[in-house]
């Protein structure tokens, strides 16, 4: 019988330059001044933080905004594993050109974050910003989702 390895906290300053190196960003609830009233889809469960920033409810395809909630982030890779749910619009992660990504629990390594289990059976693991170099090798970003993500950890 395998031995499961204790699941690791993460070190938020590696999450930090990691996300940096992906062109994402780690901030501060406080910092989201920045997005009061604009167009935005959301979670529900971050519905109280929406009206408290004044954020317009859209269209997934009309937001310039998305709301999410992640299961956890994973700090060697600069992840962040979101589930889709009754309660979590995963287009809100997707389509918007700004997506603001909420972490309570941080794991330091993708095996740490095996061992805690995938939440849900459609779960993605999202390392920064969209981008490709299909093009003559030119790096685009925002082709295939969101040009910029935010992780904002929640205290």
């Given at each position: 019988?395998?031995?499961?390895?204790?699941?690791?906290?993460?070190?938020?300053?590696?999450?930090?330059?990691?996300?940096e190196s992906l062109?994402?960003?780690?901030?501060?609830?406080?910092?989201?001044?920045?997005?009061?009233?604009?167009?935005?889809?959301?979670?529900?469960?971050?519905?109280?933080?929406?009206?408290?920033?004044?954020?317009?409810?859209?269209?997934?395809w009309d937001a310039?905004?998305?709301?999410?909630?992640?299961?956890?982030?994973?700090?060697?890779?600069?992840?962040?594993?979101?589930?889709?749910?009754?309660?979590?619009?995963?287009?809100?992660?997707?389509?918007?050109?700004?997506?603001v990504v909420f972490?309570?629990?941080?794991?330091?390594?993708?095996?740490?974050?095996?061992?805690?289990?995938?939440?849900?059976?459609?779960?993605?693991?999202?390392?920064?910003?969209?981008?490709?170099?299909?093009?003559?090798?030119?790096?685009?970003?925002?082709?295939?989702?969101?040009?910029?993500?935010?992780?904002?950890?929640?205290?």
């Amino acid at each position: 019988m395998a031995v499961q390895k204790p699941v690791v906290d993460g070190d938020w300053e590696l999450l930090r330059i990691r996300l940096e190196s992906l062109g994402a960003e780690l901030r501060t609830i406080e910092s989201l001044e920045e997005i009061r009233g604009r167009r935005a889809i959301w979670d529900t469960r971050l519905a109280d933080l929406a009206i408290d920033l004044g954020l317009i409810a859209a269209g997934v395809w009309d937001a310039e905004v998305g709301l999410s909630i992640a299961e956890f982030a994973i700090g060697e890779t600069g992840s962040v594993v979101l589930a889709a749910g009754p309660e979590s619009a995963r287009l809100g992660s997707l389509a918007p050109p700004l997506n603001v990504v909420f972490v309570r629990r941080l794991v330091a390594t993708l095996e740490d974050a095996f061992a805690l289990g995938m939440p849900a059976a459609t779960t993605v693991i999202v390392t920064g910003p969209s981008r490709t170099a299909d093009i003559e090798g030119i790096l685009v970003r925002g082709v295939h989702g969101p040009g910029a993500v935010w992780v904002v950890r929640e205290p």
